[in-house]
Every structure is written in structure tokens, then in C-alpha cells.
């Protein structure tokens, strides 16, 4: 569907639901949001705008970088917003055309934040601190803020995981979250190179940029705190994974000392029973009456000085 709003040369709102009608010599400033839109609307980026060719073919296609891109009377912005569905980071695009006298949305699933500064806008009594750039510095605001109860809860089960004991189960949720925190990751800092070049950018300097330079390097603070948070977290799963790696090798390590005791300690009652067990037919001790008795003693006093040494070096 397409949808605009006008703000005609009185200040007055108009909005409405098809461009067959539209006419941009009576508004001010306008905004076209294009919502999940079909093939024919897609058109009206060429045939009624006049857009790029390769903008509207980063449009089309799903899930570019977040980039912007200059043009002779606009810049072209590719945003990602995210959202958790069942414990899975699901992200999305909204794209923006934003000009001095315009701004055109593209989403190909409904969005959130757009529709709450559409009806922010729509209910207002008086659009005068309106105009594009406001608009999109309204929805690109929305889209970052929405980035923090995801890190929070990311957060929350990192610290659910510290306090678990050594498991397979906590290894399991542990590369579940840094997956998410990657993904975060491939969202805020291209997010955040943005709103860096959108601040020195020379090919922006636009009275609404530099009305409004304050709250686009807001949005690009809020951004950098993402972006330590996240490489933050990261680094506390990989103290996570270090730690239980190295508790299992301890452990594994503890397990083969006392295999290998014990091991050298029945290697030598191994040999003095493999002697007497071999069956040749002169053997002198086999006729000796206390010789079970004797041999017996002696492995028992073998493994038990073994044992003794053992202990002493602190082997165990």
C-alpha cells in the first residue's frame, strides 16, 4: 500500500492513500510511505519520482548494508531495524529517500516505527518544527531505541548463564547468545558509520542537518553505547567459553592423573603376575610352599610404597 502526507503552503495536513491524484506542486513538504508494497506501487519510484535506478534496486532487494548514498536532490538512506519473534532476532530494512521537500519510506514488511510517527504526525495540531528531516530523524530515533531491550535482555541471560553450573546446556545458550550479539552487531555499527558520515558529510549541508546536527549526534551517541555494550557482552561470553574450557581440562586433566596412578601402580604387579603366569615347567618358586604368600606380600608392598612416593611428590 501507498500512503502520503502534505503539508500544504497554509501549514494545513493532508493525507491519503493513492498517488493517483497526488499532486507535489501543492505541498510544502510531503511524506510517501510505501508499505508492503505491490509490484505496480514499486513503479511509482521511477515513473513518479524519477529515482535512481540502483536505488531502487537496493530497495528491492532484501537486507542491504546500511549505507547512505548521495544523489543530485536527495540521499538515499538503507536502515535495519530488529525485532525478537521466539527468542530469534528477526531484522528488517526500511529504506528513506529524504530530499528538502520530501521523504519517501520503503519497507517491505509493516513497521513500527514508522507508523508511530505517522500518527504522531497525524495528530498534531501544528507541523511547523515539521519538515523531512525531522520526520526521519523521528523514525531513525524510534529504530535505535528499539536496539536497547534487546541488549537488556541479552544481558539478563548472560547473567542467568554465569550463575549455572559447567554444562553442555549452558555451552549450548552461550553460542546462542553470541550469535545474537554478532547479529546486533552487523546492525549498530554500520548504524553507526551512518550517523558518522551523516555528521561530516560536506554533500549534506542542509539547513534541516544543521538545524537539527544535536539530535542526529544523539542518535549516533546512543549508537556508540549500543556498540560498546554489545562488544562488551561479547567479551564476557568469550571469559564464559575460556572459563569453561579450561574447568573441563582441569578436570580431564585430574581424571588421566589419577588413571595414570593407578596404571603405574598395577604395572609392576602386572609383570611379577605375568612371570609366574607364563607356563614353562621349571619354575622354582611354583613348588615353594609359601611362595603365593610371599609374592602376594611383596605386591601388596610394592603397591602400597608406590602409593606412599605418590603421595609425597603431591601427585594426588
Not at 510511505?33 to 534496486?57: G, V, Y
Not at 538512506?77 to 530530499?99: A, Q
Not at 553450573?165 to 558509520?193: F, K, W
Not at 614353562?280 to 612416593?309: C, D, H, N
Amino acid at each position: 500500500m501507498i500512503y502520503y502526507i502534505g503539508i500544504t503552503k497554509d501549514g494545513h495536513l493532508e493525507k491519503g492513500d493513492s498517488l493517483n491524484h497526488f499532486d507535489i506542486t501543492r505541498y510544502t513538504w510531503y511524506w510517501v510511505d510505501f508499505s508492503e508494497p505491490r509490484e505496480e506501487e514499486i513503479q511509482h519510484l521511477s515513473n513518479t519520482f524519477h529515482f535512481h535506478p540502483l536505488a531502487i534496486e537496493d530497495c528491492v532487494q532484501d537486507l542491504q548494508r546500511p549505507k547512505l548514498d548521495y544523489f543530485n536532490h536527495y540521499t538515499f538512506f538503507v536502515t535495519h531495524t530488529l525485532r525478537e519473534e521466539e527468542g530469534e532476532l528477526i531484522k528488517e530494512e526500511i529504506d528513506f529517500f529524504v530530499g528538502e521537500t520530501f521523504i519517501i519510506t520503503f519497507h517491505k514488511q509493516p513497521s513500527v516505527e514508522v507508523t508511530k510517527v505517522w500518527n504522531e504526525l497525524i495528530g498534531l495540531r501544528s507541523t511547523q518544527q515539521w519538515d523531512p528531516y525531522y520526520v526521519f530523524y523521528e523514525i531513525l530515533d524510534k529504530i535505535v531505541d528499539n536496539y536497547f531491550p534487546i541488549v537488556y535482555k541479552i544481558e539478563d541471560e548472560l547473567e542467568q548463564i554465569i550463575v549455572q553450573q559447567a554444562e553442555l546446556q549452558q555451552m549450548n545458550d552461550l553460542m546462542e547468545t553470541r550469535n545474537r550479539l554478532l547479529q546486533l552487531l552487523h546492525s549498530v555499527n554500520p548504524m553507526r558509520d551512518l550517523l558518522y558520515r551523516m555528521l561530516n558529510s560536506h554533500h549534506l549541508n542542509l539547513n534541516q542537518i544543521e538545524e537539527r546536527r544535536e539530535y542526529f549526534s544523539n542518535i549516533h551517541d546512543h549508537l556508540l553505547k549500543l556498540s560498546e555494550m554489545v562488544m562488551s557482552n561479547r567479551e564476557v561470553t568469550a571469559d564464559i567459553r575460556d572459563s569453561y574450557i579450561s574447568l573441563n581440562a582441569h578436570l580431564t586433566n585430574n581424571v588421566m592423573k589419577l588413571l595414570t596412578i593407578i596404571t603405574s601402580i598395577f604395572a609392576p604387579l602386572t609383570f611379577i603376575a605375568g612371570i609366574y603366569g607364563m607356563n614353562f615347567r621349571y619354575i622354582p618358586e611354583l613348588t615353594w610352599k609359601y611362595g603365593y604368600f610371599v609374592t602376594l606380600f611383596f605386591m601388596v608392598a610394592i603397591g602400597a610404597s608406590m602409593l606412599m612416593w605418590f603421595k609425597k611428590k603431591k601427585w594426588f
